[in-house]
């Protein structure tokens, strides 16, 4: 029997949250109860509690919220006119739901669904909880074999997954590329692994010393100056720092495709002058869909992915966990929830 109350972090306003008691809401048809496992700490997670973050800014999004969108667990209810699911299954869970019925959702742009949340991040609450509800259609089984703490990165590799499916018309199909990815933390450091993985040549940029010895050993080539940008056509900039996202713009050669998986750049004057005389391509990219889901299921126990494990820590040191994810010396924390 599930008790009708548990403990979830909740972040009342910037800068305010704690760990509190919560009701779990009743199961309406076509939904999923999860028992979670293990919660990723991700950036967007501190954007929320700074109220940085752009949905919070413009209205779209408000506060209170239990943030946590890279999660694994377990079914532990469902509702009714579910299929494919049963209680004790493993899995993972789509972070952007939109409504289905729209005119956009059915033409494929979930992006423009009127309707939709960010589970975590606004209108549906998250994983730094015991437990989440989530629409079924939205709800991936893991096979049984998988390591429920890897599981947790689903969603950030889905992320990836999607932005290169994004950047195919460069990257080419069965083509090996030099490709320069600046910023080698959490997002970076997976979007370089997953590259080399698929067999294209990479060097990654950052500032902290700390995040490029990561890479050693793995193939991966390390720079520390932005100037190695002139020799790349292939460039993912991970970042969302404005100056980096200018000297990405100038630096980079002609014929260049610049795919931008940061957030938020933020409000600059700008020239379109270095993109439209010299034929290069800017490209955004944002969450991941179904398909990138199932695919980066699939391609997880595959990649190199140790160093995201190094400090566990339980739900109600979220707070901590916090704090380590701000220092940037290691690349994930994941709290064990379960």
Same mark, same amino acid.
Do not use: N
């Given at each position: 029997m599930i008790k009708r109350t548990s403990e979830a972090v909740v972040i009342h306003s910037p800068g305010k949250a704690a760990l509190e008691k919560v009701e779990i809401p009743r199961l309406k048809? #076509?939904?999923?109860?999860?028992r979670v496992a293990h919660t990723a700490v991700c950036a967007t997670d501190l954007e929320i509690l700074d109220g940085t973050l752009g949905y919070y800014q413009n209205g779209m999004a408000e506060y209170p919220i239990v943030p946590g969108h890279e999660f694994s667990g377990r079914i532990a209810a469902l509702g009714e006119n579910v299929n494919g699911l049963a209680e004790e299954d493993p899995v993972v869970v789509e972070c952007l739901q939109s409504c289905g019925n729209c005119g956009e959702c059915r033409a494929g742009n979930f992006l423009g669904c009127g309707e939709r949340t960010e589970l975590g991040v606004f209108r549906h609450d998250g994983a730094?909880?015991?437990? &989440? &509800? %989530?629409? %079924?259609? +939205? &709800?991936?089984?893991l096979p049984?074999?998988? /390591?429920?703490?890897?599981? %947790?990165?689903?969603e950030p590799l889905s992320v990836v997954l999607k932005a290169m499916r994004r950047l195919a018309p460069a990257l080419g199909a069965g083509a090996k590329r030099r490709c320069f990815v600046i910023g080698a933390g959490p997002l970076g450091h997976m979007f370089a692994r997953t590259l080399l993985h698929f067999g294209h040549e990479v060097t990654a940029f950052d500032r902290n010393p700390k995040r490029l010895a990561l890479f050693d #050993?793995? #193939?991966? !080539?390390?720079? /520390?100056?932005? %100037? /190695?940008l002139s020799g790349f056509k292939v460039i993912i900039e991970v970042t969302g720092d404005g100056e980096v996202l200018n000297e990405a713009l100038r630096l980079s050669p002609a014929n260049a495709s610049i795919l931008l998986l940061g957030l938020p750049y933020g409000l600059r004057q700008f020239s379109f002058e270095t993109v439209v005389a010299y034929d290069k391509t800017v490209i955004g990219s944002v969450s991941g869909t179904a398909e990138d889901f199932a695919e980066a299921i699939g391609l997880l126990p595959n990649l190199e992915l140790d160093a995201? +494990?190094?400090?566990?820590?339980? !739900?109600g040191d979220f707070e901590r966990a916090w704090e380590i994810a701000r220092g940037g010396d290691v690349l994930k924390v994941v709290l064990d929830v379960e």
């Open positions: 048809p #076509g939904e999923a109860l999860i730094y909880a015991r437990y &989440v &509800v %989530a629409p %079924a259609r +939205f &709800v991936h089984k049984q074999e998988m /390591d429920l703490r890897r599981a %947790a990165l689903c #050993g793995s #193939g991966i !080539l390390s720079s /520390d100056t932005l %100037a /190695d995201y +494990f190094r400090s566990p820590l339980r !739900l």
